[in-house]
């Protein structure tokens, strides 16, 4: 009866220790009970179906190190994403799905991760980890949405979502660029993969010898487009028919000498048997085969026999590989789960198996899969898993949407699909089968009844904020006009190179009454050229795969204006200069904020870039 009171006693000083309350998305830092904490590396590549991996059947690629990880780890192999970049990693982080989030485009304003959620990075920091993130974020690159301010101590990243799109440091082309650290531009010498795993094991270097636990997220823009790559790598693929875009294939094969140095330095380091390594990927393939133009299957490449690529809401746009390696946690290597999972369950799960309490009032769209990576059955096996791609300014209902539970896919709420007998989504068994499509309907339904509430919630960029004083605000990031059939945004080089135009509003926040500034820009401010100059072509990169990229166009801007909260004001620009400025008088409150250059037809179109800033003492 003693022993039996003082385990109780023992087990309730640690809960109460390991307490985690979150308050308005804000976690409060206290320490669990010190024990012998796992560290935790989560690896996820950008456009890597679940074919483009040689341990999944795929004949033409090489990777050795991921097929090396997946004999060593437990396999999800029925585990989905969202189709496309953004949304995955917002419900990776948050265990919610992307559409609660405010997350279900990766542009235009939708890749803002709501302040309002609160993620794993936080959770993990406040209970002593030391947290870092390499690569691709894509949830905001301003104050608050930034890597930093969700949790992440220390930060190497590209911004946008890719190397060389619109938010990132101008001209890089993944070899010897300019990234963030910690918000600050810096050079880095060599290509953006190696870059990544290089500073990742260098932060956690600094941890073990420091006796610190780690989470480290290692998140490659590899290999999303461009697919630029040493030629060693596409040469490893060039001459062989069936392999579809040797660039692509290169890439995921020179990541996979990056995760093999990583897990050369866990078991070097002897912090291998103690680490939770995960390695995924976070959408369908978007370049490993050819598809049939009519069935959307795989005439040339490899895709496991799926339907669907990237951003399809068929099993090829979102079934992906999911690995995890823990030999002292009793992980077993070598083992498949076939039962449904997904991103969702991630936050949960990681929690869950480090003995941490959910964040206070926070309720997860997923669910702790522990009990089935250790062999139990989930109490909720018969679980119905949504995923769409909106890729819209407001969520349309049914859009590109698969309802899934068990083997069975309802598609956009119109066919019904049985992926054992059919993993090719072909057969359309709704009519055979139309008790389990009413219930998938239903079971959408609901989702849809509960979510839709929440799409009114816009993420607003504050202006000028201590965190941020000068805000920069992009193209890529406005709400755009669909109605007048504006629908993208220059969100890479070469469309802000060709003077791709929108046009739309940004979401903001004044944070307080004062002056404040807007620079409107055609070009970023590190060029520091005039609004209407054209500029020099990019030279290709010899020994590599990086093209030329075209000369920048003159747009002949004549006239730039701002309209904010009430107010509007415009004027003839200065040709020579590089930006047009005009300040107001604002006062404290969210506003939308349109600034827009117009040619001499008068027609407008969103600045490329504004600048803002806030004149000291203006109040």
Request: negative net charge; glycine residues 8%.
């Amino acid at each position: 009866m003693l022993n039996t009171l003082l385990n109780y006693i023992k087990n309730c000083l640690f809960f109460t220790l390991a307490l985690l309350v979150a308050c308005k998305g804000k976690v409060e830092r206290q320490e669990v009970a010190a024990v012998d904490k796992p560290n935790i590396v989560l690896v996820i590549t950008d456009d890597q179906g679940y074919g483009d991996l040689a341990c999944h059947g795929n004949p033409y690629i090489q990777t050795p190190n991921m097929d090396k990880l997946y004999a060593q780890s437990t396999r999800l192999n029925d585990f989905h994403v969202s189709p496309t970049c953004a949304p995955t990693r917002a419900a990776l982080m948050t265990g919610h799905v992307s559409n609660r989030t405010g997350v279900w485009h990766t542009i235009a304003g939708r890749s803002f991760l709501k302040q309002g959620e609160v993620l794993l990075p936080e959770v993990l920091s406040a209970n002593g980890y030391a947290t870092g993130m390499f690569g691709k974020w894509h949830l905001g690159d301003n104050y608050p949405y930034r890597p930093e301010d969700r949790g992440f101590q220390e930060v190497v990243s590209h911004l946008g979502g890719g190397v060389g799109q619109q938010h990132d440091y101008w001209d890089n082309d993944y070899f010897d660029d300019t990234y963030y650290h910690n918000s600050q531009p810096e050079k880095y010498q060599g290509y953006c993969t190696d870059v990544w795993f290089d500073e990742a094991i260098k932060f956690m270097d600094e941890n073990r010898k420091s006796n610190k636990p780690f989470f480290t997220y290692i998140a490659t823009n590899a290999p999303h487009g461009p697919y630029f790559v040493e030629n060693k790598y596409k040469e490893l693929y060039e001459g062989k028919e069936d392999a579809v875009n040797p660039a692509f294939l290169g890439m995921i094969t020179n990541a996979d000498e990056n995760l093999g140095k990583l897990m050369d330095y866990l078991e070097a380091s002897k912090m291998e048997e103690n680490t939770i390594l995960i390695f995924m990927t976070d959408n369908g393939s978007s370049s490993g085969f050819a598809m049939d133009k009519n069935t959307d299957l795989a005439n040339r490449g490899f895709n496991a026999a799926m339907r669907g690529k990237k951003g399809s809401m068929y099993e090829g746009g979102h079934r992906v590989p999911f690995f995890v390696r823990w030999p002292k946690g009793g992980i077993e290597a070598g083992k498949d789960i076939h039962e449904l999972t997904a991103h969702v369950d991630i936050m949960p799960t990681l929690l869950d198996m480090l003995g941490l309490p959910d964040p206070k009032g926070v309720k997860y769209d997923g669910q702790s899969i522990k009990d089935l990576l250790f062999g139990k059955p989930l109490s909720n096996g018969n679980r119905v898993i949504i995923t769409d791609s909106q890729r819209k300014e407001t969520p349309e209902k049914w859009r590109q949407s698969a309802t899934m539970q068990g083997p069975w896919r309802l598609i956009n709420g119109k066919a019904l699909y049985n992926i054992t007998d059919d993993p090719g989504q072909q057969k359309d068994v709704a009519d055979e089968h139309p008790e389990k499509f009413e219930e998938l309907k239903s079971a959408y339904e609901a989702w849809w009844m509960e979510l839709e509430p929440t799409f009114a919630e816009m993420p607003v960029i504050p202006l000028c904020t201590p965190a941020d004083p000068e805000t920069l605000l992009r193209a890529y990031d406005v709400h755009l006009d669909e109605a007048a059939g504006f629908t993208s945004v220059p969100w890479n080089a070469v469309l802000m190179r060709k003077g791709f135009k929108a046009r739309g509003f940004y979401a903001v926040e004044v944070p307080e009454d004062g002056d404040y500034t807007f620079s409107l820009m055609r070009w970023p401010p590190e060029l520091g050229v005039a609004i209407t100059a054209a500029i020099p072509a990019k030279p290709a990169v010899a020994g590599t795969t990086v093209n030329e990229l075209p000369a920048g166009v003159a747009l002949p801007v004549v006239k730039a204006g701002v309209a904010i909260d009430g107010q509007e004001v415009s004027k003839v620009i200065d040709q020579e200069a590089s930006a047009s400025s005009f300040t107001l008088k604002l006062k404290k409150g969210k506003t939308q904020l349109r600034a827009w250059f117009a040619e001499a037809d008068n027609k407008r179109f969103a600045a490329h870039y504004v600048l803002v800033t806030k004149k000291q003492n203006s109040i």
